[in-house]
């Protein structure tokens, strides 16, 4: 049965608590299919429980991977009977897994059938530097109406390949190509996330051979195989930066813990001089606070180490508080503003450009593409009972701090796509003075 649930919020008063942030979902996924390159079990701590998770633990399992679940996020996965190339549609339909197990597939079984996942509703989300990635390896891909088959002749070689633009996912797919392959792989023009950074760490725990050098270079020396290991999945920093935003906000007060604050190095620059206020208060411990009157900013966002785009959403909803004109540039996405309209609804006054503001190079430049906003402020939200339906992901998260924000009660539906990325948000908010609950 469908899950139909929704988050009833009452908002308009300062947000105060504390919240233990979860493993990030961006890198654990990832760390999931990185453990089927070995034969033998790796065993992932602080593995947040998590729709997406959840999704990825179906995959690995129809491929023949054993998985279990013992105590909080300690997951063990057994990729010894790995056994099927059929990688199957998954059920959200926009999850970013599938195209990855393509290279891990093609080393451990020598053939992989991956779906063609479709965009989503921040943008097309095409796969092409993943397929021309696994083709520099050495990969075989046809392309059919059912997904992308690719096979190998005999072991992967390695390669020097381009990316095009520092895509993560296409970094990933490099990294499980490359561990494996004969001989010594140059790849530029890397994404470097802290979740990539992650990922290098744990395939070199794994025995993996792999270096990243100055100018967005990984060189990676091919091993004839990996060994399983025990890896802890770091914190997600956009949830963190959410809470962040959400304090600021409502001029409340909110301490996240289980996050590293380096990083978010590039988020507290931006929040600073919004007026947000941050307080280190141990290793994994941040307190979030307003320092002052909220003013308007200008920010662009950009791959790693810039404003990351899963950054944008909380962050606007933060700007409708700012006096004056804020500006964003999304130059990562191309469609990433939808959810705007929505926290117009809520009084929000926010205009969507097409034209790059900004001065990033930015490849919508010119192609028309709504991907410019100005929000401007200081404006009360106010529901009178409104419901909002969740675009995405971040959106999600961004409209139930916009909710919390605004004097009234909203009600929240499509609360899995929330959930995908955050879990059960009720039952994790208890510490929060937030009034959120599950209908
Ligand atoms: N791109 C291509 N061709 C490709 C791959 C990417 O044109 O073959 C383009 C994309 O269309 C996009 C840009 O490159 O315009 C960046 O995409 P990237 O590959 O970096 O994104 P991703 O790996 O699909 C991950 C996160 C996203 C996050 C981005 C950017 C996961 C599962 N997803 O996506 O997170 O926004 O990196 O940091 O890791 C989310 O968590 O909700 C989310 C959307």
């Known amino acids: 049965m469908p899950d139909t649930s929704t988050y009833r919020i009452h908002g308009g008063t300062p947000v105060t608590g504390r919240i233990r942030g979860l493993g990030a979902k961006n890198f654990a996924t990832k760390a999931m299919v990185a453990a089927l390159l070995s034969e033998s079990p790796t065993r992932l701590l602080n593995t947040p429980r998590i729709g997406d998770v959840e999704i990825t633990c179906d995959m690995l399992e129809a491929c023949g991977a054993g998985l279990d679940w013992s105590g909080e996020g300690d997951l063990a996965i057994d990729p010894s009977a790995l056994a099927s190339a059929r990688v199957p549609v998954p059920d959200s339909g926009s999850n970013r897994i599938p195209i990855l197990l393509l290279g891990v597939l093609l080393h451990r079984l020598g053939e992989a059938h991956v779906p063609v996942v479709s965009g989503c509703n921040i943008g097309a989300r095409p796969v092409d530097f993943h397929l021309s990635a696994a083709e520099m390896f050495g990969a075989r891909i046809v392309v059919a109406d059912d997904g992308y088959h690719a096979t190998r002749g005999g072991p992967l070689k390695a390669c020097h390949y381009r990316l095009p633009y520092p895509s993560v996912g296409a970094t990933e797919s490099c990294l499980f190509l490359g561990v494996l392959a004969q001989g010594t792989s140059i790849i530029e023009n890397v994404a470097t996330e802290p979740e990539i950074i992650a990922l290098i760490t744990l395939l070199n725990a794994m025995g993996a051979r792999v270096q990243l050098m100055p100018n967005r270079q990984l060189?990676?020396?091919?091993?004839?195989?990996?060994?399983?290991?025990?890896?802890?999945?770091?914190?997600?920093?956009?949830?963190?930066?959410?809470?962040?935003?959400?304090?600021?906000?409502?001029?409340?007060?909110?301490?996240?813990?289980?996050?590293?604050?380096?990083?978010?190095?590039?988020?507290?620059?931006?929040?600073?001089?919004?007026?947000?206020?941050?307080?280190?208060?141990?290793?994994?411990?941040?307190?979030?606070?307003?320092?002052?009157?909220?003013?308007?900013?200008?920010?662009?966002?950009d791959v790693f180490p810039g404003f990351a785009t899963d950054w944008q959403q909380p962050f606007a909803v933060m700007l409708t508080q700012a006096a004056g004109a804020s500006i964003i540039h999304e130059t990562v996405y191309e469609r990433r503003f939808d959810y705007l309209t929505a926290l117009s609804a809520l009084g929000a006054r926010t205009q969507i450009e097409t034209h790059c503001l900004g001065n990033v190079s930015c490849r919508f430049h010119g192609r028309d593409f709504p991907h410019s906003a100005i929000i401007l402020g200081a404006t009360p939200l106010r529901s009178d009972g409104l419901t909002l339906d969740v675009p995405d992901l971040r959106a999600g998260l961004a409209y139930v701090m916009a909710a919390a924000l605004a004097e009234g009660e909203t009600t929240i539906t499509s609360v899995p796509r929330i959930e995908r990325g955050y879990g059960d948000l009720p039952e994790r908010a208890k510490g929060l003075s937030m009034r959120i609950e599950r209908r």
């Open 219 to 301: 060189v990676m020396h091919g091993v004839d195989r990996l060994y399983g290991t025990t890896f802890e999945v770091l914190g997600d920093r956009i949830e963190a930066a959410s809470w962040a935003a959400l304090a600021a906000a409502t001029d409340g007060e909110i301490t996240v813990d289980g996050i590293d604050p380096a990083t978010l190095i590039n988020f507290f620059g931006p929040f600073n001089s919004v007026g947000g206020g941050v307080s280190i208060e141990g290793p994994r411990s941040i307190r979030f606070f307003r320092r002052r009157a909220l003013q308007s900013t200008v920010l662009e966002t």
